[in-house]
């Protein structure tokens, strides 16, 4: 099966004008079907290795249901997501059936997961409230914009086609496989370049937008400034959208270690096909050009080539493509505003505590998030009377001299000045060690009884082809903390620098 469907995809790509290079071999494993992009002799940098249409890339603009999703004023990653149910819908009769048939129903990412498994697996990670948010914002989402296409009678779309449960796995797809393509067809998947594999740290090949056939300087300007030598844009996986913003409000430390479709007229679904698709070569200049996939970096024969998804950390790489990576040193752990406040809260009144907290927002810090929460912490454990003086300060100083801080004569008050996150350990006081280890235990306190020690020894015994969702929740799991570990340890060291009273004591470091 896993063979056929690869013959059938090489024969679409070629009918497609996708060129992929002899130097490069599509694999799919038989037992998992999963698909793998290795070299068949060694690449060198600069090596050319596919070519792809921007008219074989499944988009809005060059579906069938472009004309639908238009006139329902549907848009991004929704309008995307019902294009790909559109063209499952058709079958065979789909122009993308050769690509779409290679790829898998759904990815197994969390917003697939059952409320049980988010509960049991994802409780007191950071993406806990993040994929319980997006499960019921996305049946909004289908309810709101999606159900309404069904009830159209000249429409004519099959109700089991365009489900909650077919949504969400066209999500899926998008989340993990889509790429932002120009500013004409935007966000789309691209055939044969959502193949390869990411590895964090390892990218061996760039996908770029090449103005082939386009030597103009008008064209070149609508690309960006992240060009290749090549002359083409880079081109990134594009983000699953979400309501949910990845930073909580205001304080937090970042610790570290990526939304229709049919043609109204569908009485004959032959002719509805032939009149849709064929305005395909009638699209702005931009469509002309070719997308490129160039080496970057030298692959022996027989090895993987992998392509970088971008600089992201587990909770990223688990919510958007549904796998994770010991030991990614992008990882983070969020320590927001609502932790410190209950952290506060146990040594201080609430009172007390939003009183320093509204001093923290006038002085509209906008650096490196740790020393931000530093920050915080220091106000918050300020004496009254040196608290009182510096709110007066804030409070009667212009909005310039703010902007770049305040160098008040009073040792208990640090200078907050542009690049203060060079003389951080200021901060460092005992009280403030004992804060952020006390914040690490709050946070810790999320994950359950389990200890540290407990997850390292479930995973070591787990099955990543038999128990992925475990497996790969675990290494998430593990991961922050293991940075809320280091946090403790970073408390620690500080509090014994401040013991030992040092000026020029070394920076202790929590990344």
């Known amino acids: 099966m896993a063979t056929r469907k690869l013959r ?15 130097a490069l071999d599509v694999v799919v494993t038989t037992n998992s079907s999963a698909v793998s992009v290795r070299a068949l002799c060694d690449l060198n940098v ?21 004309q639908m999703i238009e006139e329902s004023d549907l848009e991004g990653i929704l309008a995307l997501a019902v294009v790909i149910m559109y063209e499952r819908s058709l079958g065979p009769l789909s122009p993308w059936f050769g690509y779409l048939q290679l790829l898998p129903y759904s990815e197994p990412i969390p917003l697939l997961w059952s409320l049980s498994q988010i509960d049991s697996l994802l409780t007191g990670t950071e993406l806990h409230k993040i994929v319980k948010d997006d499960k019921a914002l996305i049946y909004e989402d289908w309810k709101e914009c999606i159900e309404p296409l069904l009830t159209s009678v000249s429409l004519q779309l099959k109700a089991e086609r365009f489900g909650v449960t077919e949504y969400l796995a066209a999500k899926s797809l998008i989340a993990s496989r889509s790429f932002e393509i120009d500013d004409y067809h935007g966000c789309g998947m691209v055939p044969l370049a959502d193949l390869f594999n990411h590895k964090t740290g390892a990218e061996d090949v760039h996908f770029t937008s090449s103005c082939a056939e386009l030597n103009n300087d008008a064209d070149n300007e609508n690309y960006g400034n992240d060009k290749t030598h090549s002359g083409g844009e880079c081109l990134q996986r594009s983000d699953l959208e979400s309501s949910h913003s990845e930073l909580d409000d205001d304080a937090h430390s970042d610790k570290h270690g990526n939304d229709d479709n049919e043609p109204t007229k ?41 392509n970088m998804y971008g600089s992201l950390g587990n909770t990223a790489l688990l919510h958007r493509y549904g796998f994770a990576e010991p030991d990614n040193q992008y990882d983070i752990v969020n320590l927001d505003l609502v932790l410190v406040l209950q952290w506060s809260s146990s040594r201080f009144s609430h009172h007390y505590s939003r009183r320093r907290v509204s001093l923290w927002r006038k002085l509209d810090y906008s650096g490196c998030p740790q020393v931000e929460l530093l920050i915080l912490l220091y106000i918050i454990l300020l004496p009254e009377e040196v608290f009182a003086e510096l709110d007066l300060a804030v409070s009667i100083t212009s909005g310039f001299e703010k902007s770049k801080g305040f160098n008040l004569s009073k040792k208990d008050i640090v200078l907050f000045r542009e690049g203060f996150e060079s003389n951080n350990n200021m901060l460092l006081t005992d009280g403030v060690c004992v804060a952020l280890s006390g914040l690490a235990d709050i946070r810790e306190s999320l994950y359950g009884s ?29 991961s922050e903390r293991r940075i809320l570990e280091r946090l403790r340890c970073y408390a620690s060291a500080g509090a014994i620098m401040q013991t030992k009273g040092g000026k020029t004591r070394k920076r202790a470091k929590f990344e």
């Open 46 to 66: 600069g090596d050319l290795v596919a070519t792809i249409p921007k008219e074989s890339c499944l988009t809005v603009k060059t579906s069938g249901a472009r």
């Open 450 to 478: 389990n200890h540290l020690e407990d997850d390292i020894k479930t995973l070591n015994c787990c099955c990543l082809v038999k128990e992925p969702k475990i497996y790969y929740s675990l290494v998430l799991c593990i």
């Open 266 to 306: 569908v009485n004959s679904r032959d002719e509805s096909i032939s009149g849709s698709y064929s305005e395909f070569s009638s699209v702005s200049e931009d469509d002309l050009t070719v997308l490129e996939m160039i080496m970057v970096k030298k692959v022996e024969a027989g090895a993987e080539v992998f």
């Open 8 to 22: 059938a995809f090489k024969n679409w790509m070629k009918s497609q004008h996708v060129e992929c290079s002899d």
